[in-house]
């Protein structure tokens, strides 16, 4: 037993982590670190950096199929050093590969700052190696 959450909670070996790139007003921002995920009983939970300060996800498991697009409901991106976030059913990601190792995929939606009262439309892409799969 103490072996297997080892494995789990080891960070995978290679050069590439995990990268969430995200564009908005044409301007594109890219997170590189710790970038990971976790996936649960075949259900995928957020996919975010160490600080959770970028994280598409709303902090439950969602079932995923490759190529089918899910709600995401809430995103929380980074822009010109502002924490802008967002619950919506219009956020969305798709996973467009899983091998049991790597998550690859993109999202959308619309991220808001309460103190620029600004609402802005994001769509970006994720990857990462460091999947923990329960």
């Known amino acids: 037993m103490s072996a297997k959450m080892q494995k789990q909670q080891s ?3 290679g050069k590439t982590i995990g990268k969430i ?3 908005v007003n044409g301007k594109t921002y890219t997170e590189t670190k710790e970038v990971s995920t976790v996936i649960i009983n075949g259900q995928i939970g957020d996919i ?3 600080r959770h300060n970028v994280s598409i996800g709303d902090g439950t498991p969602h079932s ?3 190529g089918q697009a899910y709600p995401c409901k ?3 991106l980074m822009v010109d050093g502002l924490q802008y976030s967002r619950r919506s059913k219009d ?3 798709t996973i467009t590969y899983y091998d049991g190792k ?19 439309s994001v769509s970006g892409t994720f990857e990462t ?3 923990t799969v329960l």
């Not at 790597?102 to 309460?114: C, D, H, I, Q």
């Open 11 to 13: 960070k995978p070996q």
């Open 21 to 23: 790139s995200y564009t």
């Open 48 to 50: 975010a950096n160490d």
């Open 64 to 66: 995923f199929k490759v």
């Open 74 to 76: 809430s995103l929380t």
């Open 91 to 93: 956020n969305v990601a």
């Open 102 to 120: 790597t998550v690859k995929g993109k999202f959308s939606g619309t991220v808001y700052n309460e103190k620029t009262k600004k609402t802005l």
């Open 129 to 131: 190696n460091n999947v």
